[in-house]
C-alpha cells in the first residue's frame, strides 16, 4: 500500500470516528434534563420559566433521541453552541478569545518538550550507568511524579513571590492597553506574533516573560515521559544486530548514534509527542488557573464550577476532535518515516 492510500483509509476512518465521538457527546447531553439541555440553543443570557416551557416545545426537546441527535449535529454545522454564562457570550466568541492563548502557550512549550525529552533520553542512553545517566533518570522519575498544581505553585513563589520575576498573567497592564488600543491590529491573535507584525518589540517580550512560567512548568512535566521513553528505545536500538554490523565497519560513535540508533528510537516518542501536543491543545486546565492565563483550561476550569453545560460540551467535542486529527497526522508522519506501518 503506498502512502496516499494509506492516508485515503485513514481519512475514512477518522470520519467514522469522529461520528462516533458526535454519539458520545450527544449521549452524555441526553443524560441532563430538557431544562439544561435547552442551554444550547438560547443565545441570551436570562430565560423565564414561560419562556423555557415555549423554547423546549419549539426546539423539541422531549423528542426521540435520534430526531433530536440530527437536529444537534445540524446546529452544530452552523456553528451554533448555545451561549456561555461563564463568558456572558456566544460559545463559538468565547472560544475564539480564549484558544489564542492557549494555542500560544501550546506553541511555544511543545517544541521544548520534544526537544529536552528527546536529548536527555538521548544522553541518558548513550552515557548508560554513569552519573550522567542517574541523574537523567532522577528527573524523569521527579518530573513525571510531581503534581502539576504543586510544582505551578512553588514556581510562582519562588519566582515571583521570592525573586519577584515573572509575574502570573498573560500581558502586564501597561502592554494591555497597548494591545486593546485602535493602533494595535489583531492579525492572528497570538499576542507574540500580532506583536511582530505591529513592530512592538516591548509587547512581544512581555508576552514571553509572561509566559515563562507556565511553559517552564509544563516542560519540566511532560518531557519527563518522552525522555524515559527516548531512553528506552534507544537502548534497545542499541543493542541491535546492525548496530553491531556497523560497529565492525567502522562507524564512528557520532553516525551510529545520530544516524543509525536515535532515528529508529524516534518512532515511538512521535506518537507520545502527538498525544502530549493533543492533551495541551485540550486545554491546560490547572496551569492556566495556576498562572491566571485566560485560555481553554481556565474557561473549562469556570465553567465546571458554574454548569456551564454548553461551554463543557463544546470543549469535550473540540478535544475529541483534537485528539482525533492529531492521531491522523502522528499515523500519516509514522507511515512516511516507517514504511511497514502501511503494510498494517
Known amino acids: 500500500m503506498n502512502l496516499y ?3 485515503v483509509r485513514r481519512l475514512l476512518f477518522m470520519i467514522l470516528v469522529l461520528a462516533g465521538v458526535s454519539i458520545l457527546v ?15 440553543y438560547v443565545t441570551s443570557e436570562r430565560v423565564t420559566p414561560e419562556q423555557m416551557d415555549a423554547m423546549i416545545a419549539k426546539y423539541h426537546l422531549n423528542d426521540p433521541a435520534p430526531l433530536q441527535y440530527v437536529r444537534w449535529v445540524g446546529n452544530i454545522l452552523r456553528g451554533q453552541f448555545g451561549f456561555s454564562v461563564t ?8 472560544f475564539s478569545e480564549y484558544f489564542p492563548i492557549t494555542l500560544e502557550l501550546v506553541l511555544y512549550s511543545t517544541p ?3 526537544l529536552v525529552g528527546i536529548w536527555l533520553g538521548t544522553l541518558g542512553a548513550v552515557r548508560k550507568d554513569t552519573p550522567i545517566d542517574h541523574a537523567t533518570r532522577v528527573f524523569a522519575i521527579v518530573g513525571y511524579s510531581l503534581p502539576t498544581f504543586w510544582l505551578g505553585l512553588l514556581l510562582i513563589m519562588f519566582f515571583y513571590g521570592f525573586l519577584g520575576i515573572f509575574p502570573p ?3 502586564s497592564n501597561s502592554m494591555r492597553t497597548v494591545v486593546t488600543s485602535s493602533g494595535f491590529h489583531r492579525y492572528t491573535h497570538l499576542i507574540t506574533i500580532d506583536a511582530i507584525l505591529n513592530w512592538r518589540w516591548d509587547v512581544f517580550l512581555d508576552g514571553l516573560y509572561h509566559m515563562f512560567l507556565p511553559a517552564l512548568n509544563l516542560v519540566i512535566i511532560n518531557s519527563a515521559m518522552i525522555m524515559r521513553l527516548m531512553r528506552s528505545s534507544m537502548l534497545e536500538s542499541l543493542g541491535q544486530d546492525y548496530m553491531m554490523t556497523a560497529r565492525a565497519k567502522g562507524a564512528d560513535a557520532k553516525t551510529l548514534y545520530r544516524h543509525h540508533a536515535r532515528r529508529n528510537a524516534l518512532l515511538p516518542v512521535i506518537t507520545v ?3 502530549t501536543f493533543a492533551g495541551l491543545m485540550g486545554g491546560m486546565v490547572i496551569t492556566e488557573t495556576i498562572f491566571n ?9 469556570e465553567a465546571a464550577t458554574q454548569l456551564d453545560v454548553p461551554a463543557i460540551m463544546f470543549n469535550v467535542l473540540f478535544l475529541g476532535v483534537i485528539y482525533v486529527v492529531i492521531n491522523l497526522i502522528v499515523d500519516i508522519i509514522y507511515a512516511y518515516v516507517d514504511p511497514r506501518v502501511r503494510l498494517g
Not at 463568558?87 to 468565547?94: G, L
Not at 492565563?293 to 476550569?301: D, L, P, Q
Open 5 to 7: 492510500s494509506f492516508i
Open 26 to 40: 450527544f449521549s452524555i447531553m441526553m443524560i441532563l434534563p430538557p431544562g439544561q439541555r435547552l442551554a444550547a
Open 87 to 94: 463568558a456572558k457570550e456566544p460559545v463559538i466568541k468565547a
Open 112 to 114: 521544548m518538550i520534544i
Open 169 to 171: 498573567g498573560v500581558l
Open 273 to 275: 509527542s502527538g498525544l
Open 293 to 301: 492565563r485566560t485560555g481553554i483550561g481556565w474557561w473549562m476550569a
